[in-house]
């Protein structure tokens, strides 16, 4: 289950950032995890809702958005989605076709990216008037 250390890692580059910027608490998270990670959102909700326990990160919502895999066909030049699957098991990809001449000369343009989009975060009302900053959630 890859997705419980890839979500260690996320929390943990999260808390990192909260603690450079002050934060007293996490207030959301927003991912963006391609569809060719093949990491299940539910599995990456499930693991932030363990792995934030105890944590300034503990009750945040986290938002997951799915990036399509996007390819590049060298034989046709056709650019785009992948187009649907083709006899793959969720968890066992096949290398994709272009959908529009089959060729499996592809290079993948996108879906293999997780990262984080954005930390919404609450500062200390203190902490923000010093910075210039209006007291309460703010998007660092």
Do not use: W
């Amino acid at each position: 289950m890859h997705e419980f250390s890839t979500m260690q890692s996320i929390i943990e580059v999260a808390l990192k950032a909260a603690k450079e910027n002050g934060a007293e608490r996490i207030l959301s998270l927003e991912l963006e995890v391609g569809e060719m990670t093949l990491l299940n959102p539910e599995q990456l909700s499930f693991a932030f809702s363990i792995l934030s326990k105890d944590t300034i990160a503990e009750g945040a919502s986290l938002k997951i958005e799915i990036i399509p895999c996007i390819i590049k066909c060298k034989e046709c030049g056709y650019s785009g989605e992948r187009g649907p699957p083709m006899g793959e098991d969720h968890f066992i990809p096949i290398i994709p076709r272009c959908p529009k001449c089959g060729g499996s000369e592809l290079s993948i343009e996108s879906g293999r990216e997780c990262s984080i989009k954005r930390i919404r975060v609450r500062v200390p009302k203190d902490l923000g008037a010093a910075e210039g900053i209006p007291s309460g959630d703010q998007n660092r």
